[in-house]
């Protein structure tokens, strides 16, 4: 089991930006950071491959978003630009990846505990 522990949330403006980390207990291959909000299922927000060569980004954030990691650190990185009010949730850390779509939170078995991320208009 990998833990995972997250940092960097915060609460800003709609237009600002945030960087999140997560921090591994070892090195592990594909790692991804979904979201909750309250009241909804858990969204894939990014994913990349233990090479950092093959990234996935959900659409809602394709643009804004950029996921990185360095492995020397077992850290894996997104920095959210041009925030908006509806990128506001949990944000959580995945890694350990099981098979499946890179962007479903059922693909993942280890998680860290999230960071919070407001953003107000």
């Known amino acids: 089991q990998v833990q995972l522990v997250e940092s960097g949330g915060g609460s800003v403006q709609a237009g600002e930006s945030l960087r999140l980390s997560c921090v591994a207990s070892?090195?592990?291959?594909?790692m991804a950071w979904f979201r909750q909000a309250p009241g909804k299922g858990r969204e894939g927000v990014a994913r990349?491959?233990?090479?950092?060569?093959?990234?996935d980004y959900a659409a809602s954030v394709k643009g804004r978003f950029t996921i990185s990691r360095d492995n020397a650190k077992n850290t894996v990185y997104l920095r959210m630009d041009s925030l908006k009010p509806e990128d506001s949730g949990m944000y959580y850390c995945?890694?350990?990846?099981?098979?499946?779509?890179?962007?479903?939170?059922?693909?993942?078995?280890?998680w860290g505990q999230g960071t919070q991320v407001t953003v107000s208009s």
């Open positions: 990349i491959d233990r090479g950092g060569v093959t990234i």
């Open positions: 070892r090195y592990t291959g594909n």
């Open positions: 995945a890694a350990s990846f099981i098979g499946g779509a890179p962007l479903n939170a059922a693909s993942f078995k280890d």
